[in-house]
């Protein structure tokens, strides 16, 4: 059952930007912190950002300075800017609901992935 939409991502050139969104389907999500994981092929599920919802935010030491998480409540979408891609940053993007951005916090309900290559 899919709770979440993600979008935006497919080819980027190393050094490009994309911008994905995300959506509940059926739910409104105002008190919820958001947070964005990745998969690469072969490799576990990694945890990319999440935002709070009082939009305080964190990130993965390999996208600070170059991803931006944010979020439009009016809309209900959360937002991942992606900048000065690399090759490494090639994954499924997940993007998943949480209590909070910290305290171990287990996502409670995920999307079903977007796909970012990057790729010359």
């Known amino acids: 059952q899919v709770q979440l939409e993600e979008s935006g991502g497919g080819l980027v050139q190393p050094g490009g930007s994309t911008r994905l969104s995300c959506t509940p389907d059926?739910?409104?999500?105002?008190?919820?912190?958001i947070a964005w994981f990745r998969q690469a092929p072969g490799k576990e599920r990694e945890p990319v950002s999440c935002?709070?919802?009082?939009?305080?935010?964190t990130y993965a030491d390999s996208v600070k300075g170059r991803f931006t998480v944010s979020r439009d409540n009016a809309k209900n979408t959360v937002y991942l800017q992606m900048n000065d891609l690399k090759s490494e940053d090639t994954a499924v993007y997940y993007c998943?609901?949480?209590?909070?951005?910290?305290?171990?916090?287990?996502?409670?309900?995920w999307g079903q992935g977007t796909q970012v290559n990057v790729s010359s």
């Open positions: 998943a609901t949480l209590v909070a951005c910290s305290g171990g916090y287990a996502p409670t309900r």
């Open positions: 059926s739910f409104t999500w105002n008190y919820y912190a």
């Open positions: 935002i709070n919802s009082d939009a305080r935010t």
